[in-house]
């Protein structure tokens, strides 16, 4: 069975731009979240989606936006990049949306220049 | 609101036990969890434990909770150097899949 797909896996924007990251869940998942790890920040919940809605919201200004698909594939978006948005922004697929078993993808690097 | 905290680094010997320990707030807890990151990867869950159990095992892997303390452990027995990496204790709030991470601790196996 293949893993969390993220895509892409590097990239490199600069201030003002906007990005948007995409997340394909393992087949049967229909519970997909989104993590944004630093160095300062560590792991801090973004979202979390479940059969295309939004159950849970982080504590994240609004330029950061998210979306599930009916395939379960789920986008986030962010918008109006500053510096500070540099990070690896992680993926999570579950079977079950109430029992916190994520199966992580390997992330998206992105670097604000 | 909820935190989790963990000791930042530990080192040992090649087939001692390791314990790694994490300390949470959230009173509401219902699973607590141990995952683990290694270099470039994502993360990878470990084992998990229910709130009103207080261990749990699995194969090497050692799970102490203390709900009255609010204390989490993971003992690793007869560390091995592909042991080595990030671990991560997360506790899940009541509803949903949102889980509060501590900061990680650093194991270094030295051979």
């Known amino acids: 069975k293949a893993g969390v797909t993220q895509t892409p896996r590097y990239l490199i924007k600069t201030r003002g731009q906007q990005v948007t990251l995409s997340c394909s869940p393992i087949s049967g998942h229909r519970s997909v979240s989104w993590y944004q790890q630093t160095p300062g920040q560590g792991l801090q919940f973004l979202f979390e989606y479940f059969s295309e809605t939004q159950r849970n919201k982080g504590n994240f200004p609004g330029r950061f936006s998210g979306r599930q698909f009916s395939n379960s594939r789920s986008e986030m978006n962010v918008s109006t990049l500053e510096l500070g948005d540099s990070a690896l922004y992680l993926c999570?697929?579950?079977?079950?949306?109430?029992?916190?078993?994520?199966?992580f993808g390997e992330g998206s690097r992105l670097t604000v220049l | 609101g909820e935190d989790v905290e963990q000791s930042l680094f530990l080192s040992v010997r090649e087939g001692d036990s390791s314990v790694i320990n994490c300390t949470y707030t959230?009173?509401?807890?219902?699973?607590l969890y141990w995952y683990k990151q290694e270099p470039g990867a994502g993360l990878q869950l470990l084992t998990y434990i229910f709130s009103n159990m207080d261990m749990k095992q699995d194969q090497r892997l050692t799970v102490l909770l203390n709900k009255k303390d609010k204390h989490l452990s993971l003992r690793i027995a007869d560390t091995q150097t592909g042991d080595s990496a990030i671990y991560f204790c997360?506790?899940?709030?009541?509803?949903?899949?949102?889980?509060?991470f501590g900061a990680g601790t650093i194991l270094r196996v030295k051979s």
């Open positions: 959230d009173s509401s807890s219902t699973y």
């Open positions: 999570a697929s579950s079977p079950d949306p109430n029992t916190g078993e994520l199966f």
């Open positions: 997360a506790d899940r709030l009541a509803y949903g899949n949102k889980l509060v």
